[in-house]
């Protein structure tokens, strides 16, 4: 298994602005899933991109994947108060055990 | 679909004792359930894999005596914290495949807070 490296740690915003994270890893996946944990909870499956797209929507996430550079990243866009979390990217080649790096913490104030 | 629910939510017990956290998946069969360990402001840590009817593989430096795991039907894994101490003070959380193979993404229980006293 390889855990995908999160960047930045932490990110700090205000409510309507863009907020942009950028997951990294170091071999070849089949996907690559993005997760938020808000504090005190489990991880809340965000989005799921295979690896012969190139970006995803939902609703105010955008996922893009770069394959050549084995990177990825996660838009969320109008963000609000409730967005506040912890974001974990997951690279995956076929089915193994989830391991996460130490994410992006981001702050939405109001 | 493809829910965990995860209990108790929080529990606080004296030195010693043990601990049992149920994660039971709803509306899908869970093969496979992932234990997971997170201590305030870490990522998550993977303490080990169980499949149904068979032994838990845990992961390095994870005691295997300390953190029982069952795995004895196709919607319910336990995990078991013996003999706790304060150190073991956490908060435990499950995840499943949503489907074989986990390629439509993995679902988690809600965690559960063990403090030990």
């Known amino acids: 298994s390889q855990q995908g490296e999160e960047d930045p740690q932490a990110l700090s915003i205000q409510e309507g602005e863009n907020a942009t994270m950028n997951c990294s890893y170091k071999t070849s996946i089949n996907n690559l899933q993005w997760y938020r944990q808000n504090s005190g909870r489990g991880l809340v499956h965000l989005i799921l991109?295979?690896?012969?797209?190139r970006e995803k929507h939902s609703g105010r996430l955008r996922v893009t994947l770069d394959t050549s550079k084995k990177s990825s990243s996660l838009l969320i866009t109008a963000s609000r108060a409730a967005d506040t979390a912890s974001y974990f990217c997951?690279?995956?080649?076929?089915?193994?055990?989830?391991?996460f790096g130490t994410g992006t913490r981001l702050l939405v104030s109001p | 679909g493809a829910v965990v629910s995860q209990h108790p939510s929080w529990v606080i017990c004296k030195s010693g004792t043990s601990v049992k956290i149920e994660c039971r998946s709803l509306?899908?069969?869970?093969?496979?359930m992932f234990w997971y360990r997170q201590f305030p402001k870490q990522s998550l840590m993977l303490m080990a894999t169980s499949n149904e009817g068979s032994k838990a593989t845990y992961e390095q430096g994870v005691e295997k005596d300390k953190f029982l795991i069952n795995h004895a039907s196709l919607t319910l894994s336990t995990l078991t914290v013996t003999s706790a101490h304060p150190e073991d003070s956490s908060f435990y959380i499950c995840?499943?495949?949503?489907?074989?193979?986990?390629?439509?993404?993995?679902?988690f229980g809600s965690g559960t807070r063990l403090t030990v006293v």
């Open positions: 997951a690279p995956l080649t076929g089915f193994q055990k989830l391991v």
């Open positions: 509306d899908f069969q869970a093969t496979t």
């Open positions: 991109i295979r690896s012969n797209e």
């Open positions: 995840s499943a495949p949503r489907t074989g193979g986990g390629s439509d993404g993995y679902t």
